[in-house]
């Protein structure tokens, strides 16, 4: 009869596995734990046998790891805004730096707007307005062209709102027609060609669609955006992006260049240039 793994021993054939990865015990410590064996229980119990089911799903998933599969896509599960997403290959996974678009549309949704409806275009996960939702206390609508990422997105903020999403899917605006908004947040696919061939091997792995901006500068979809909000939003309604720090000077500039007023740009955790939002005069 094979002998039975103990949970040490398979850690340590994990961190093996994972030898690539820039922190391969962190990398072993959370597959773990997605499976069932908390951070305390790898250390208290850490001479337990494990059942071959497991060992065989763990070395599998640490397989896929190494070769640069994205963890929240093995696992299912991203950590936003102190609450746990589902996500899988439809939809982008949530980064910390998106947390500053979510600070960005509470600030000024309380200080500025203080009532009316709120609109997260290129929801993707659903991150963005189940944050907003919890947060303010209100029922957000979610807009996305990918009907495999709407429901991820609607999975994401019924359960961890307790509210019926409204949910709409369609290329940006198409089905929102005649329907006002006093705050429209959105983190669209902004990065160009050459960048998406800069990012590392993880971010490669995730949709396409939702990352690639078009244009030279990688603001086509944001142009296509500032296009058409105004007919979205009410008159001294606000407009929030996310993008990347090096289109947000230019990105300020198109606002202006629309009749924005007060756009302003925010920076992330890092100290970077993240979210340019301006005001609409109707």
């Excluded at 678009?101 to 991150?127: N, P, Q």
């Excluded at 142009?223 to 230019?250: S, T, V």
């Amino acid at each position: 009869e094979r002998e039975l793994m103990t949970l040490l021993q398979l850690k340590r054939q994990l961190i093996e596995k994972g030898g690539n990865l820039e922190d391969p015990m962190l990398e072993a410590r959370v597959l773990l734990s997605h499976l069932g064996f908390s951070p305390l229980k790898q250390i208290t119990d850490k001479d337990e046998a494990v059942s071959m089911d497991i060992v065989s799903k763990a070395l599998s998933m640490m397989e896929k790891r190494a070769s640069g599969y994205p963890m929240a896509y093995i696992t299912g599960v991203k950590e936003f805004w102190g609450m746990d997403f589902k996500v899988n290959e439809n939809v982008l996974i949530p980064r910390p730096d998106t947390e500053t678009l979510v600070e960005t549309a509470i600030y000024l949704y309380r200080e500025k707007i203080k009532k009316g409806r709120i609109l997260d275009l290129c929801t993707g996960s659903g991150a963005i307005a189940t944050s907003l939702s919890k947060e303010l206390d209100t029922d957000v609508t979610l807009s996305d062209i990918s009907p495999l990422a709407a429901e991820v997105a609607k999975e994401n903020y019924e359960r961890l709102t307790g509210r019926k999403a409204d949910i709409r899917i369609g290329d940006l605006f198409e089905s929102l027609e005649g329907e006002k908004f006093s705050l429209i947040v959105t983190n669209p696919p902004y990065l160009t060609q050459k960048w998406c061939s800069e990012v590392e091997n993880e971010v490669k792995k995730e949709p396409y669609i939702a990352l690639f901006g078009f244009d030279e500068d990688g603001l086509g979809i944001i142009r296509r955006i500032l296009k058409n909000a105004g007919k979205f939003l009410e008159k001294e309604g606000y407009i929030a992006f996310e993008c990347d720090y090096r289109q947000c000077a230019n990105l300020s500039l198109l606002l202006e260049t629309e009749g924005y007023s007060g756009v302003n740009i925010k920076k992330d955790l890092s100290g970077k240039d993240r979210v340019v939002y301006g005001k609409y005069n109707g």
